[in-house]
């Protein structure tokens, strides 16, 4: 994925939906992604449906969400050699039916924004569209986060609190990031990548109002400079000597040592790694890693992890989720995929109980292995057997 590919999708999130022979709403956002087969067939339904009736902008809506959701295989070179603008060059011509057949629609003000390729000249699309329709979560995430790149506080709270009020959001990806925030030291530095933890700190700490505390850094939105130094500045983390999107080799530079260079904030708050980190960005860093539950605490001095495993276990984290998931849950797929970022620290503590002997504790928690475990692995088969 390229880097301002990887940026837009924090911004724009990825649309979801259940299978069926017959037109679907393709609303919505963290449902489960469905395979390829699935939004071609749907393009077509809803293709139909525009013919039959050219001012449906529900129609419209959907043709648009589909298509834009499918992904046909010869289209996956161009994606890359244009960097990722591809699909949204290709879906320019829905656009523009709908200026001209469902102007003034909620669909049309939403479509446009969405197929901006985060451009934010294009904002005032998305806040018509959040206006018009304010009972639709659709445009909700990425007000919030535009305003979190702004440093728009009030507004990104409000929006924040507005949007949990549709009950829209994810239940287990919600329970994922109460956990997440729970299980962090004081006063820390949170670092996320992605947007499914990242959304729901975000929500968790502008409607509850928890661990308000916590400072949240997205490592892909710090890579737009206004936002990177704002913030850098306001935590005590020194200016990068060069921008990482300057080029390849500055991106790759940002990756081996951003999280060593967050550590060195001049306020010592300690900094968190959650789990959905990886790859290049903690492959440098391992040692300095320590996992404590949903996230690995930094730390280049010694440091012994199983106070806080046992702390966050006993004590700070809800399990219910994991011991009876609630239902329905519009992202089950996500969750599932989260939630397998217990596992290390699961298996940490089932070792440190089996040592001090703690033996119903560690079966326990076992048990709970296994289940979560048994869940990722069948949300991975599903993921692998349409490709995505």
């Known amino acids: ?15 979801f939906a259940a299978m069926a022979q017959v037109p679907e709403k393709i609303h919505g956002k963290n449902k489960r992604l469905m395979p390829n087969a699935y939004y071609v067939e749907q393009v077509g339904l809803w293709r139909a449906e525009v013919a039959k009736e050219p001012r449906n902008a529900e129609a419209w809506y959907n043709c648009y969400r589909a298509s834009r959701n499918a992904y046909i295989k010869g289209d996956e070179q161009e994606n890359k050699d244009s960097r990722g603008t591809g699909r949204f060059v290709r879906l320019q011509g829905i656009v523009d039916s709908m200026a001209v057949r469902v102007p003034e629609s909620f669909e049309f003000h939403h479509v446009r924004w969405m197929n901006g390729y985060g451009d934010a000249g294009l904002l005032p699309y ?22 979190e790149l702004t440093g728009e506080d009030s507004l990104r709270r409000a929006t924040c609190a507005a949007y949990l009020k549709l009950s829209d959001y994810s239940p287990g990806l919600l329970n994922y990031g109460r956990n997440l925030l729970a299980g962090l030291a004081p006063n820390a530095i949170l670092l996320t990548h992605g947007d499914k933890d990242t959304e729901a700190v975000w929500l968790l700490q502008c409607g509850p109002g928890l661990r308000t505390d916590v400072q949240l850094l997205n490592l892909d939105l ?20 060069v921008d990482p999107l300057s080029s390849d080799a500055a991106f790759a530079e940002y990756q081996a040592h951003i999280i060593a260079h967050i550590a060195g904030n001049s306020a010592n708050r300690p900094v968190e790694v959650s789990l959905s980190v990886e790859g290049p960005y903690t492959a440098g860093v391992q040692e300095a890693l320590h996992v404590t539950g949903l996230s690995y605490r930094y730390s280049t001095a010694p440091f012994n992890n199983w106070l806080d495993l046992y702390a966050n276990y006993y004590n700070h984290y809800d399990l219910d989720y994991l011991r009876a998931p609630y239902t329905p849950d519009i992202s089950q797929g996500n969750v599932r995929e989260f939630n397998a970022h217990y596992l290390p620290s699961l298996m940490a503590l089932c070792e440190g109980l089996n040592r001090a002997s703690a033996w119903d504790g560690e079966y326990r928690f076992r048990e709970m292995v296994a289940r979560v475990r048994r869940d990722a692995e069948c949300e991975a088969e599903f993921q692998r057997s349409y490709g995505r």
């Open 1 to 15: 994925m390229t880097l301002r590919l990887a940026l837009f999708f924090l911004l724009s999130g990825t649309v």
């Open 126 to 147: 998305l806040q018509r569209a959040n206006a018009m329709a304010p009972q639709r979560p659709e445009p909700y995430l990425d007000l919030v986060a535009h305003y």
């Open 222 to 241: 710090l890579l737009r400079q206004d936002y990177r130094e704002r913030q850098f500045q306001r935590l005590g983390i020194a200016p990068l000597a």
